[in-house]
């Protein structure tokens, strides 16, 4: 069972924007600043998107934004494309050696 | 870029232990990085199992660790994943990854490509 709790789905038509949020049970997010977040497509390997809260790696549009508040980190996709449609994923420590992965969120574009 | 490709039986009898191989190309894995297993069984979210640094300190799921080895084969540039007395419930892909930046372990940006492991009884 996740130390991290995000909605099972999330959808929205294309061109909107959606937020899926990753609840700690604790104040993880703000002690560490350490909130990571992965798309998923299926038969695919998980791809990194964001980490330390807000930071793209390379290559990652800017339509993708995150964000935290307290024991919660949000993910932003802006401009939603049919693309995005996909499994995500929030991460983040359990302590300062372990980590935790959300349960995941569906993202179907309507 | 650095590749990273997982190996080992897709069938492991249960009780028995599970052996997987990543064997790692276009970088050293002794130079630096955390190394690292995470599992999905079918249809289901991502689970971490642990990590290894480069100079070999290592980190478990606190849920798994009394079953779980990483260990590492800098000559053969690859790092493997035990798992032993496993039942059903290890039915998974096994994915081995990479950290984006050294010294950090909850940015993974180079993955395998994962491996469906199937325990059977």
């Known amino acids: 069972q996740s130390d991290l709790t995000q909605p099972a789905s999330v959808s929205g038509s294309p061109g909107q924007s959606i937020t899926i949020s990753c609840i700690g049970k604790?104040?993880?997010?703000?002690?560490?600043?350490?909130a990571s977040w992965y798309q998923q497509h299926p038969g695919k390997a998980p791809k990194l998107m964001i980490y330390d809260v807000n930071t793209r790696p390379s290559g990652v549009s800017d339509r993708f934004s995150g964000s935290n508040s307290g024991n919660t980190a949000s993910l932003t996709i802006s401009g939603l494309q049919p693309e995005d449609e996909a499994d995500y994923y929030c991460?983040?420590?359990?302590?300062?050696?372990?980590?935790?992965f959300g349960g995941g969120t569906k993202v179907t574009v309507l | 870029q650095v590749q990273l490709q997982e190996s080992g039986p897709g069938l492991v009898k249960s009780s028995e232990t599970l052996s997987l191989s990543c064997h790692v190309s276009?970088?050293?894995?002794?130079?630096?990085?955390?190394w690292g297993w995470i599992r999905q069984p079918p249809g289901k979210g991502l689970e971490w199992i642990g990590y290894i640094h480069n100079r070999g300190a290592t980190y478990y799921n606190p849920s798994l660790e009394s079953r779980v080895d990483i260990s590492k084969d800098t000559s053969n540039n690859q790092f493997s994943l035990k798992l032993s007395s496993v039942t059903a419930a290890d039915t998974a892909i096994y994915y081995c990854?990479?950290?984006?930046?050294?010294?950090?372990?909850?940015?993974?940006?180079?993955w395998g490509q994962g491996i469906l492991v199937t325990v059977s009884s």
């Open positions: 276009d970088y050293s894995i002794g130079r630096g990085y955390y």
């Open positions: 604790t104040s993880d997010f703000g002690e560490y600043d350490y």
């Open positions: 990854a990479r950290s984006l930046r050294h010294g950090y372990i909850v940015d993974l940006d180079s």
């Open positions: 991460s983040s420590y359990a302590n300062k050696t372990t980590v935790v």
